[in-house]
């Protein structure tokens, strides 16, 4: 896995070294706590980086903790996140969760996956990712770049992203585990893409299942 993820930076350094990912750079802003990490994650769901860190930058120069959220007017937050994918069940949901972490867990998000995964409108990705980047906690969060580019090495052969974490957690030592996402999401975002990957330059494609079995037909 080591050699994997080096590869994965030397490759993407050597074309255009990439821009952070909205999370980590939540993880590494001043104000980027458990709280923005976990309300950043849920915006982010189908929505570009760039959009998720504008809006999540407006977002919390309004609403500086969770009681402030818990507090907002429905209309005032969709207003700000409306560049936002599914901007209407995202304000309603971000409201919600903020809610319940204010009076059931006095303003602290849980660093524990089976609390995070009782709030509503968390999944397993978005727990998991509170885990990673909020608490520095080794857990695999696995979203469509994950997925793709496990499935593309032949790392796991799966069907959905779960069962990809299952398979990495029990395949790949658990101190990689909180490279993984950031790595492989920013190498499907600028190499591995979904459409035309960009194999011509990937200096991990001889050990490449999806390449080997490309350049096979």
Known sequence: MKRILQG???????????????LKKLHEAETG???????????????????????VNVLFSKYKNVKTLANANLKDVEKIIKSIGF????????????????????????DNLEKLLKLPGVGRKTANCVLVYAYDKP????????????????????KTPEETELELMKKIP?????????????????????????????????????????TAS
């Open 8 to 22: 994965m930076m030397n490759t993407m350094n050597s074309v255009n070294p990439p821009r952070m990912t909205a």
């Open 174 to 214: 658990k101190k990689f585990w909180l490279e993984i996402n950031d790595t492989f999401v920013m190498y499907g975002q600028n190499i591995c893409k979904p459409i035309s990957p960009m194999c011509n330059v990937c200096k991990i494609k001889k050990n490449c299942k999806f390449y080997k079995s490309k």
């Open 33 to 55: 706590g458990p709280f923005s990490i976990l309300i950043g994650t849920i915006l982010s769901a189908r929505t570009k980086d760039e959009t998720t860190t504008k809006v």
């Open 87 to 110: 901007y209407h069940i995202k304000a309603k949901r971000i409201i919600e969760v903020s809610k319940i972490i204010d009076s059931k867990y006095k303003g602290k998000v849980p």
């Open 139 to 158: 857990a695999i969060p696995v979203d469509i770049h994950v997925h793709r580019i496990s499935n593309r090495l032949g790392l796991v052969k799966t």
